[in-house]
T-cell receptor, first 112, second 115 residues
């Protein structure tokens, strides 16, 4: 059974709309993360959360908002979508922020 | 700023060839270093990690040595197989903000193995 679930697997959106990317982990971890992988850039760190509290935010835009409703959930809300937001978004988790990170399968977002 | 450099964007080998993928890093101090592997359609998965300078990490026939002198963490495998075809990412943990969990990745090296 998959230990980190990301939904949906694929997502197509129109410019200006808003989407929520879902992430749930069943590893019993206390820290969760979001990374972005676009066509011409390496995996980029976006956010880290520990015990549902924001630890680090490396996104330049407030259009990206993580939401942690439960300890094992870290969703990513993206507002006012732009074509440049097209990328694969990976959720990851670890026991603590100093520990090995495990990645989910990703959500591939295409903004038209 | 902190960075991880992988100069080889793509490597093509035949089965049983020797693999060598370059990785160098730039930061202050001695960060934990990683190699992640990403198979088509999946998320990255940890291949190996080394926390201590001058130590070697190994997994599934892959090896990497943490060389603090040359700030390198090259990945090697003596004899590659077709199942090794994937993208390999070198990464390091942000050393200054260690407790915040940020990983910094290289550009990735796509390994293709001809049968």
């Amino acid at each position: 059974d998959p230990k980190i679930i990301q939904k949906p697997k694929y997502l197509v959106a129109v410019t200006g709309s808003e989407k929520i990317l879902i992430c749930e982990q069943y590893l019993g971890h206390n820290a969760m993360y979001w990374y972005r992988q676009s066509a011409k850039k390496p995996l980029e760190f976006m956010f880290s959360y520990s015990y549902q509290k924001l630890m680090d935010n490396q996104t330049a835009s407030s259009r990206f908002q993580p939401q942690s409703s439960k300890k094992n959930h870290l969703d990513l809300q993206i507002t006012a979508l732009k074509p440049d937001d097209s990328a694969t978004y990976f959720c990851a988790s670890s026991q603590y922020t100093q520990d090995t990170q495990y990645f989910g399968p990703g959500t591939r977002l295409l903004v038209l | 700023g902190d960075s991880v450099i992988q100069m080889q964007g793509q490597v093509t080998l035949s089965e049983n060839d020797f693999l060598f993928i370059n990785c160098t890093y730039s930061t202050t101090g001695y960060p934990t270093l990683f190699w992640y592997v990403q198979y088509s359609g999946e998320g990255p998965q940890l291949l190996l990690q080394v926390t201590t300078a001058n130590n070697k990490g190994s997994s599934r026939g892959f090896e990497a040595t943490y060389d603090k002198g040359t700030t390198s963490f090259h990945l090697q495998k003596t004899s590659v197989q077709e199942i090794d075809s994937a993208v390999y990412y070198c990464a390091m943990r942000d050393f200054v903000n260690y407790n915040q969990g940020k990983l910094i990745f290289g550009q990735g090296t796509k390994l293709s193995i001809k049968p």
